[in-house]
T-cell receptor, first 112, second 115 residues
Framework: ELKVEQNPLFLSMQEGKNYTIYCNYSTTSDRLYWYRQDPGKSLESLFVLLSNGAVKQEGRLMASLDTKARLSTLHITAAVHDLSATYFCAVDITSGTYKYIFGTGTRLKVLA | DSGVTQTPKHLITATGQRVTLRCSPRSGDLSVYWYQQSLDQGLQFLIQYYNGEERAKGNILERFSAQQFPDLHSELNLSSLELGDSALYFC??????????????FGEGSRLTVL
C-alpha cells in the first residue's frame, strides 16, 4: 500500500527561524506536489516537482525532490506569521491512470 | 480562484438522508477527483473520472457514488448519511488523464454536516 508520510505533523516556530518539513513516500514516482491549506479553506498549489533533483523556490519557501531516496523537503527560511497553514505533499501514481495520494499534512504555526 | 466550482458550499442534513455535491472543473480539464477531509484529518481520495469514465477508486464507501457528465461536470452522491460522513468534500481537476501528469486545482469545497 502506498504511504506518503510527512514529518513533523505539527510545527510551532518563532518568526525569523528556519525549518524543514519532510515528505517520504513508499513507491516509485518522479512527480511530487506541495500544497498549502489555510483553516477551512481550499488547497493552493505551491510547487510542482517533476524530476529527480528538481528544486523550486518561491519567497521564503523552497522545495526539492530526491526520487532515489523517495524524499521531498519543504524548507522555510526566516519564517513569518503569514506562513502559518497546513502543508501537504502529494505523489501521483501512474497505474493506468493518475491517482494522487496526499501526505498526512504538517500544521505550521509561526509565532510572532 | 482556481477555476473549479463546487456547490453547495455548506450543507446541513440529518442522518439517513441523501445529498448531492456538484463540481464544475476548470475549463478544458478532463479529469475530476473527489476527496474527503474530515476534521483535522488529511485528504482521503475517493474517486477519479476522466472524460466521463471512472478511472480510479479510493476509499469510497458503497453508500457513495459519483459520475461525470458529458459537459464534464461531476456529482458526488452520498446516501444513508451517518454522523461520521460530516466532512469537507473537495473536488479537484487536472488536465491529465492517462498520459500527462499535472497538478490538481481544487475547488473551495462543500462542507457537509450530518446531525
Amino acid at each position: 500500500e502506498l504511504k506518503v508520510e510527512q514529518n513533523p505533523l505539527f510545527l510551532s516556530m518563532q518568526e525569523g527561524k528556519n525549518y524543514t518539513i519532510y515528505c517520504n513516500y513508499s513507491t516509485t514516482s518522479d512527480r511530487l506536489y506541495w500544497y498549502r491549506q489555510d483553516p477551512g479553506k481550499s488547497l493552493e498549489s505551491l510547487f510542482v516537482l517533476l524530476s529527480n533533483g528538481a528544486v523550486k523556490q518561491e519567497g521564503r519557501l523552497m522545495a526539492s525532490l530526491d526520487t532515489k531516496a523517495r524524499l521531498s523537503t519543504l524548507h522555510i527560511t526566516a519564517a513569518v506569521h503569514d506562513l502559518s497553514a497546513t502543508y501537504f505533499c502529494a505523489v501521483d501514481i501512474t497505474s493506468g491512470t493518475y491517482k494522487y495520494i496526499f501526505g498526512t499534512g504538517t500544521r505550521l504555526k509561526v509565532l510572532a | 480562484d482556481s477555476g473549479v466550482t463546487q456547490t453547495p458550499k455548506h450543507l446541513i442534513t440529518a442522518t439517513g438522508q441523501r445529498v448531492t455535491l456538484r463540481c464544475s472543473p476548470r475549463s478544458g480539464d478532463l479529469s475530476v477527483y473527489w476527496y474527503q477531509q474530515s476534521l483535522d484529518q488529511g485528504l482521503q481520495f475517493l474517486i477519479q473520472y476522466y472524460n466521463g469514465e471512472e478511472r480510479a477508486k479510493g476509499n469510497i464507501l458503497e453508500r457513495f457514488s459519483a459520475q461525470q457528465f458529458p459537459d464534464l461536470h461531476s456529482e458526488l452522491n452520498l446516501s444513508s448519511l451517518e454522523l461520521g460522513d460530516s466532512a469537507l468534500y473537495f473536488c479537484a481537476s487536472s488536465a491529465s488523464g492517462t498520459k500527462v501528469p499535472g497538478e490538481l486545482f481544487f475547488g473551495e469545497g462543500s462542507r457537509l454536516t450530518v446531525l
